[in-house]
């Protein structure tokens, strides 16, 4: 039975008339945790011989929540990816001070966000045809970049991302109306099952797990770092997992991960020699765009959550090399 909401206003008035919007998928508000069922299409467009995408991968992501598009990116544009990615955590490129972020315990880089205005080669791989087609197909519309981000996971010192549900922060946190959004995971290196793979629960997208507590203020500079609110609690993560088990995509650098914004994921820590970087790009459909968060009142800042700038990207094609960055 799917509990009616509470009526929310709208905080950005419509034509100076404050329209209601009803908060469907209301997270950290109630004591005990909640199951709902997804209220959002998975996949937004009907399938033609046209998609950049083959029926079975359309009908797998439908039912799973996620596809492994292989050999996406060729040898020539890792090289440029990878120095890239190098440039960004070295402490020399010049970035804005909030978007890097350390692991906990150590000093090593854990995550560079807002990658795709920080810098023309990672600019360039956001913009790329071949993801921003396959996400305009996923979401039925013309998309923005919400968030960028190159997840460092270095050897050694890469600690997990506890599992969540993206959509649930960033509905919750970012005012994040609907489920059509969808993020894509470019592998910088390989992605082996010993150095923390993001890991998925196939099917969870199809459910909205409400989370208990209550958003700490300025909780991203915690939950950057380790998320311990907007977390589903055990017994729900046990249930989900009994049912369809857990799927642990691997595969070489240049493998592109693509999963809906609401799949259950999360990812362990890196103990092995061996980093397991890549290259986040989550795409939100344009008629999606954030309104005031449904939690707290603050909303975060720009790097994590675009509001400056929406505007529809343009697919570049080709190949990414130096000049065409
Ligand atoms: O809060 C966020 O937006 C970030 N946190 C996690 C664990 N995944 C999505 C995103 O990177
Ligand atoms: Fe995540």
């Known amino acids: 039975m799917t509990r009616r909401a509470p009526i929310r206003w709208l905080r950005r008035s419509e034509g100076g008339v404050m329209a209601k919007l009803e908060d469907i998928y209301p997270s950290r508000v109630k004591a005990e945790p909640e199951v709902a069922e997804r209220r959002d299409p998975v996949v937004y467009s009907e399938w033609s011989e046209t998609a950049p995408i083959t029926r079975e991968q359309t009908e797998f992501f439908r039912k799973n929540g996620y596809i492994v598009i292989e050999n996406a990116f ?16 070295s402490g020399t490129a010049n970035l804005e001070p909030e978007t890097a972020i350390t692991e906990p315990g150590s000093g090593a880089v854990r995550s560079v966000f807002k990658i795709h205005k920080q810098s023309d080669i990672f600019w ?16 039925g519309d013309e998309v923005y970049m919400h968030q960028s981000r190159l997840n460092y996971k270095p050897g050694f010192n890469g600690k997990e991302f506890y599992w969540h549900s993206d959509f649930e922060t960033w509905h919750v946190e970012d005012g994040m109306p ?7 995971s470019v592998l910088l290196n390989e992605n082996t099952p010993a150095n923390g793979p993001t890991m998925f629960i196939p099917g969870s ?14 909780h991203y500079k915690q939950s950057l770092k380790k998320q311990e609110y907007g977390v589903p609690d055990a017994d729900m993560l046990a249930a989900m997992a009994n ?22 994921h999360g990812s362990n820590s890196n103990i092995t020699p061996f980093p397991r970087s890549n290259a986040f790009l989550v ?7 954030l309104l005031a968060p449904f939690g707290p009142k603050k909303p975060r800042p720009d790097f994590i959550a675009a509001r400056e700038d929406t505007s529809k990207m343009k697919p570049v094609a080709g190949r990414i090399s130096r000049q065409a960055a």
Do not use: K, W
């Open 283 to 289: 795409y939100n459909a344009i008629s999606n765009r």
């Open 74 to 89: 060729d040898a020539n544009e890792l090289g440029l990816l990878q120095n890239e990615g190098a440039r960004l955590s």
């Open 178 to 184: 609907r489920m059509r959004a969808v993020s894509m």
């Open 124 to 139: 360039r791989l956001a913009a790329d045809e071949r993801l921003v087609s396959i996400a305009q197909f996923l979401l």
């Open 243 to 264: 049912e369809t088990g857990i799927a642990m995509p691997t595969g070489p650098a240049g493998t592109v991960v693509i999963f809906d914004c609401n799949t259950m």
């Open 205 to 218: 997208h199809e459910r909205f797990i409400a989370c208990v507590g209550e958003t700490p203020e300025d």
